[in-house]
């Protein structure tokens, strides 16, 4: 009796956490509705390389909310010559390791201001991917004394990569329904993966590993705003 | 001409990359109608690292004496959809001078010495030069009112720099000998900066 008492209440409690549920999707999606609806194209250029992010976004008072997808660039070159092992090194082996997803939030402040709309925001890019680098390793000396080098161009991954950064950026109004939006800020990467240690031994082994990094975005995109009042915002 | 020196004047901090490297733009300019033209000092700045596509003249400007650093730049913008006021986009033309050394830091293939069979690399790390530089440009770009005085400028645009000097040829028979030439390179321009308006407002601009 006591059995059917408590599962009787477990799923009186189930049913009102879904109409919980229920109720907060229905309240996102009213807001959505009555939201300015923004589409964007940038061009990203941050620690892990450069892509392109097609995203859709809502204004909601002095907030914006977006996300999208992301299409990372595949590059053969190095911009240096440092031997680094994850900065400027995404390289997708996979179709799948092309695509990313974006998701960010912007705070519009000094409201005053007409034309140019400065904002703070917070974003955040996910991808997982491979990495490729070229690297030249000091092997000895030649009979003349100098240093020789060999190059290997070794792939390693896929990793799990998450972008966090924060900063400040701005968006003005081109003309008719079309802005200029821009992006810079600060943050951390951290790259969540599995790979082989030990590798100058026989037997390397796999182990997970999490590694932070430090990194940076610059963001330039268009943005079309769907809302026929886009003078207000 | 008066009317000219009627108009305010502008002044402008720009950080360009362009295809010799990077450097800091100092701008003073003036706006007649829907013409701005401008000029001024131009800093070049050394990059610590380089790339591994052993250029010779792209992004690898390393000046190694105190006149190195400097430059010159003159501009001119033509704006257009004069309709937007916030906004105003122009096309532009851009020429820098320069006169400075390059720094070619590549691993080339020893073509003498191999280890088991292995292809290797020698580091080579030159001071090549010094070569007087001509960056020409042309595109697009835009400025933008931030607040009161002060605006937002940005420019994009692709060109030729010509890279004239005298330089080492026949080096390989040991008979070096001093010729004159000049180099072309494509190249691109991508310059953002600040400007500030000194006194005047401007009557197209919205307030």
């Known amino acids: 009796m006591e059995k059917k008492k408590i599962n009787q209440s477990k799923q009186y409690k189930s049913l009102q956490m879904k109409k919980i549920t229920a109720i907060f999707i229905l309240c996102l999606l009213v807001s959505l509705v009555n939201a300015q609806v923004n589409v964007m194209s940038f061009f990203n250029y941050d620690f892990t390389g450069t892509n392109v992010l097609i995203d859709v976004s ?70 997982y991917s ?28 896929p990793f799990f990569w998450c972008e966090q950064t924060v900063g400040i950026g701005f968006k003005v109004k081109m003309f008719n329904n079309f802005y200029f939006v821009q992006k810079v800020g600060i943050g951390t990467t951290l790259i969540i993966g599995k790979d082989k240690i030990g590798l100058q031994t026989a037997d390397p082994i796999e182990k997970s590993f999490v590694t932070p990094t430090l990194g940076y975005i610059i963001q330039t995109g268009i943005l079309y705003s769907f809302n026929k009042k886009s003078d207000k915002k | 001409m008066f009317s000219i020196l ?29 013409n701005e033209i401008g000029g001024g000092l131009r800093i070049n ?13 792209y992004h690898v400007l390393n000046a190694t004496k105190p006149i190195h650093y ?13 309709k937007e006021k916030a906004f ?12 400075a050394p390059t720094r070619n830091k590549s691993y080339l293939i020893s073509l003498d010495y191999r280890y088991g069979g292995n292809v290797c690399y020698l580091l080579s790390d030159v001071i090549w030069g010094p070569y007087f530089w001509v960056e020409q440009n042309i595109g697009i770009g835009f400025k933008v009112k931030i607040y009161k005085n002060l605006y937002l400028m940005e420019k994009i645009g692709l060109g030729v720099s010509m890279i004239i000097g005298d330089d080492v040829i026949a080096k390989q028979d040991r008979n070096f000998m001093f010729k004159p030439y000049v180099a072309a390179e494509y190249g691109y321009l991508i310059q953002t900066g600040l400007i500030y308006r000194f006194h005047g407002k401007e009557k197209n601009q919205s307030k």
């Open chain 1, 130 to 157: 491979a990495i490729r680098r070229i690297i030249y390793i000091q092997k000895g000396y030649t009979d003349l004394g100098d240093p020789y080098y060999f190059q290997y161009v070794p792939e390693n991954g």
């Open chain 2, 45 to 57: 700045i050394n990059r610590t690292h380089f790339d591994i596509q052993n250029n010779v003249f």
């Open chain 2, 88 to 99: 105003r986009p122009f096309i532009f033309y851009d020429c820098q001078f320069t006169y």
């Open chain 2, 6 to 34: 009627r108009q305010p004047l502008d002044l402008g901090g720009t950080f360009s990359t362009i295809c010799s490297g990077h450097n800091m733009l100092f701008n003073v300019s003036k706006t007649y109608k829907n």
């Open chain 2, 70 to 82: 400097f430059g010159l730049d003159f501009f001119y913008h033509r704006y257009i959809f004069k």
């Open chain 1, 58 to 127: 809502g204004n909601f008072k002095n907030s914006e909310i977006g996300g999208g997808i992301r299409f990372n660039i595949n590059y053969l070159k190095h911009d240096d010559n440092q031997n680094r092992y994850y900065y400027k090194r995404m390289f997708g082996t996979e179709t799948y390791q092309l695509f990313g997803a974006n998701l960010f939030y912007h705070r519009y402040i000094l409201q005053k201001w007409d034309s140019f709309k400065p904002f703070l925001f917070y974003d955040m890019e996910l991808a």
